[in-house]
């Protein structure tokens, strides 16, 4: 018999009072106060430093395409067929020598800032403020941290990537990750995203204490080197602005501290591949000063 001469109830396998498309609240009750969220947004962690974590790890970071900007066919197979296949085993005996009871130090950091913050934003703050913790790689999810301040009723939710200088690498996947995940749900709550704070006085100030308290400790040395994380150069030249934002926090924070322009200087790190990336290399930096 052909399918639609079946009753329509021998069709339908739930009810429709059931069926949702968008993740609902079915247990919500009206007139619950409404609270504040802030999803606090890190890189993100392995969850342990063995080989197999650290190739799931890797696999989710690298195979964003807001990370590694080329063709997807061509870096599937550098991915899975050269990276994946080489540096778990490589780096994770790395991860093994600073890994602490509870996670990756980036993990545990980060769950003590987002306590503290949340400790704080409630001191000034009147009404309930909830901080999540998600990781744009890993766990905590950015799914995770969002279903969390939903169940604690936040209908408003600040965005705060820890990345203080915005990149189409980090900031912008935070965001494309965050709304790709309100698009599933019913009830989008407001939202409002910190882009970067590159400049902001309090983050120059906290940048200016850490470097006054060091040299308390240890003594000021001739040159203040301030090394970014890189990204390839084809990203400036494609309009990213991350490194115009590296300089400019480099110069307040020396102008903060009364450093001359040539007490100072701005490198960026960690290169991964052969294309040229932001210059100058912090270790052919640190080579030439040896």
């Given at each position: 018999m052909p399918f639609?001469?079946?009753?329509?109830?021998?069709?339908v396998t739930a009810p429709l009072?059931?069926?949702s498309y968008y993740?609902?609240?079915p247990d919500y009750a009206h007139g619950s106060p409404e609270a504040t969220g802030v999803l606090l947004i890190n890189l993100g962690t392995p969850d342990a430093p063995t080989p197999r974590a650290l190739r799931r790890y890797l696999a989710q970071f690298l195979g964003d395409p807001r990370v590694i900007e080329l063709p997807r066919w061509l870096w599937r197979l550098i991915l899975h067929g050269i990276v994946l296949r080489t540096r778990p085993r490589r780096v994770a005996q790395s991860y093994a020598g600073i890994w602490e009871e509870g996670g990756s130090p980036l993990l545990n950091i980060s769950r003590?800032?987002?306590a503290q913050l949340?400790?704080?934003i409630n001191e000034r703050t009147p009404g309930p403020?909830?901080?999540?913790?998600?990781?744009?790689?890993?766990?905590?999810?950015i799914p995770d941290a969002l279903?969390?301040?939903r169940d604690k009723g936040a209908r408003r939710i600040v965005l705060l990537p820890m990345y203080p200088q915005y990149s189409g690498s980090t900031s912008a996947s935070v965001f494309e990750a965050t709304t790709q995940e309100l698009n599933r749900w019913r009830w989008i709550p407001e939202l409002r995203w910190i882009q970067h704070y590159a400049d902001d006085p309090g983050y120059i100030d906290a940048l200016a204490r850490s470097v006054e308290d060091y040299r308390g400790e240890n003594g000021g040395g001739d040159l203040l080197l301030m090394s970014f994380h890189g990204v390839p150069r084809r990203y400036l030249l494609n309009g990213d602005p991350y490194h115009c934002l590296c300089q400019k926090t480099g110069r307040l924070l020396a102008e903060r501290l009364g450093l001359g322009a040539?007490?100072?200087?701005?490198?960026?790190?960690?290169?991964?591949g052969r294309e040229p990336w932001l210059q100058p290399y912090t270790d052919e930096t640190v080579q030439s000063l040896g």
């Open positions: 639609g001469h079946f009753p329509l109830a021998n069709r009072s059931q069926y993740v609902s609240e003590r800032q987002a949340e400790a704080r403020v909830h901080v999540a913790l998600g990781m744009s790689y890993g766990r905590p999810s279903a969390e301040l040539d007490e100072y200087r701005v490198t960026f790190q960690s290169r991964f």
